[in-house]
C-alpha cells in the first residue's frame, strides 16, 4: 500500500471510529443528571463504590428498579467531604452548577449544604435526623420547598434504645452518650435523649467524638465521670467508623447500645435500628417521583417503622452480662 492510499485508509478508518464516540458522548451529554452529595466515604467523586459501601450500593440498585442505570439511562455526578464537613458548601456549589434534575444528599451535613447551595434544584434528603428541626422542610407531611426525602429518627426511637440498655443491663446508673460533635444531629439526639433518660431514672455524660483518634479519649473521659454503659449515636461518621467504636468500647467491658446491626455484627452487644441499606434504596423512590415531574414541596418526608434489635451473645459473656430472657425473646437478631 503506497503512502498515499494508507493516508487515505487511515482517515476513513478515523471517520468511521469517530461517528460512534461523538454519538456516544451526546447521549451522554443529553442523559438527565442526579447529582450526589456525601458528608462521609460512602461514594467517591467518580461514583465508584468504597469500602464502606453498602448505602451506595442499596441506592444504585434502588435506582436500577426503577430503570435507572449510570452511563446509559441517566448520569450520576458524585461528590464526598470524606468526613471533612468544612468542604461540603464548595462540594455542593460545584455540583449545583452541573445543573442536575435532582440533587440527592446523604445525611445531615451534605442536606444542610444541598439547601444553602439552591433554593431550586430538588433535593433528597436521605438519612437526616429530624429534618424539620434543622430547618431542612416546614413539615414532614408538606415539606413545603427544594428538598424532601427520609428522616432518620422516629419518634420513641431514642427512648427505645435507652430502653433497651436498661434491660440489658439493670444495674446501669450513669450512660456515657458517644456522637459526631461537628454533625448538627448531636444536639438532635441530645435533646431526644435527656427526657428519656430523666423518664428511666438515667444519668448522662455526653462525648464529642470527631475524629477515631479521639475515640478512646473520650471514653475514658466518660469513665471517669462515672459511665458504666455506653450508647453510640446513629451517625454516618459512627456508621463508617463502627468497627474503630466497637473495638474501643470492648476494652472497657461496659455494656454499649449502637444505631445499627451491623454493629453488633462486629462484636457490639446491642442495637435498636432500622436497615441503613433499606433506607438508602428507598431513596430512590424520592428521585425517581422527581424524575417523572413530582414536586419536592408536595412529597411527604417518610420516617423509619421497621425498627429491629439485635444482641450479640458472645459479647455479653465477654463482659460477664447475662442477657434477661425478656430481651432475648424480643430480639430481632441474635449473634452466638
Known amino acids: 500500500m503506497g503512502c498515499a492510499s494508507r493516508r487515505q485508509y487511515l482517515l476513513v478508518m478515523a471517520a468511521l471510529l469517530a461517528t460512534p464516540l461523538h ?27 468504597t469500602p464502606h459501601s453498602a448505602s451506595w450500593s442499596a441506592f444504585v440498585a434502588g435506582l436500577s428498579s426503577f430503570g435507572y442505570t449510570h452511563g446509559q439511562t441517566v448520569m450520576l455526578q458524585c461528590r464526598s467531604a470524606v ?14 452548577k452541573l445543573r442536575p434534575a435532582v440533587l440527592v444528599a446523604f445525611a445531615a451535613p ?17 438519612y437526616t435526623a429530624d429534618p424539620v428541626a434543622l430547618g431542612l422542610v416546614s413539615s414532614l407531611a408538606r415539606p413545603g420547598g427544594n428538598v424532601t426525602g427520609l428522616s432518620a ?4 426511637y431514642v427512648a427505645k434504645s435507652l430502653q433497651i440498655l436498661k434491660d440489658l443491663a439493670p444495674q446501669t446508673s450513669r450512660v456515657g452518650v458517644l456522637g459526631q460533635g461537628i454533625n448538627p444531629t ?28 479521639e475515640i478512646e479519649p473520650t471514653l475514658q473521659h466518660l469513665r471517669t465521670r462515672g459511665a458504666d454503659a455506653f450508647l453510640v449515636m446513629h451517625q454516618p461518621f459512627t ?58 414541596a408536595d412529597i411527604p418526608v417518610e420516617q423509619p417503622i421497621n425498627f429491629q434489635m439485635a444482641v450479640n451473645l458472645k459479647t455479653a459473656k465477654a463482659i460477664g452480662l447475662k442477657v434477661p430472657q425478656s430481651v432475648l425473646l424480643r430480639a430481632d437478631r441474635v449473634v452466638e
Not at 429518627?153 to 420513641?156: G, H, K, M, N, R
Not at 427526657?195 to 470527631?210: C, I, M, N, Q, R
Request: aromatic letters at 8%; a neutral charge; glycine letters at 6%.
Open 83 to 96: 468526613g471533612k464537613h468544612q468542604q461540603l458548601d464548595a462540594l455542593a456549589a460545584e455540583l449545583v
Open 186 to 213: 448531636f444536639e438532635i439526639y441530645r435533646a431526644e435523649l435527656e427526657p428519656a433518660a430523666k423518664s428511666l431514672g438515667l444519668l448522662l455524660e455526653f462525648g464529642t467524638v470527631d475524629t477515631v483518634t
Open 239 to 296: 456508621f463508617d467508623r463502627r468497627e474503630n467504636f466497637v473495638n474501643a468500647i470492648a476494652r472497657h467491658k461496659l455494656p454499649a447500645m449502637y444505631g445499627s446491626k451491623e454493629a453488633v455484627e462486629m462484636g457490639g452487644l446491642a442495637s435498636y435500628a432500622v436497615s441503613v441499606p433499606a433506607v438508602f434504596r428507598r431513596s430512590a423512590y424520592f428521585v425517581d417521583k422527581i424524575l417523572k415531574g413530582a414536586n419536592p
Open 23 to 49: 454519538a456516544w458522548a451526546q447521549s451522554q451529554a443529553q442523559l438527565r443528571k442526579i447529582a450526589v452529595l456525601a458528608s462521609e466515604g460512602a461514594v467517591q467523586s467518580d461514583c465508584t463504590i
Open 110 to 126: 451534605a442536606s444542610l449544604a444541598a439547601k444553602r447551595a439552591t433554593s431550586t434544584i430538588p433535593i433528597v434528603s436521605v
Open 153 to 156: 429518627l422516629a419518634s420513641d
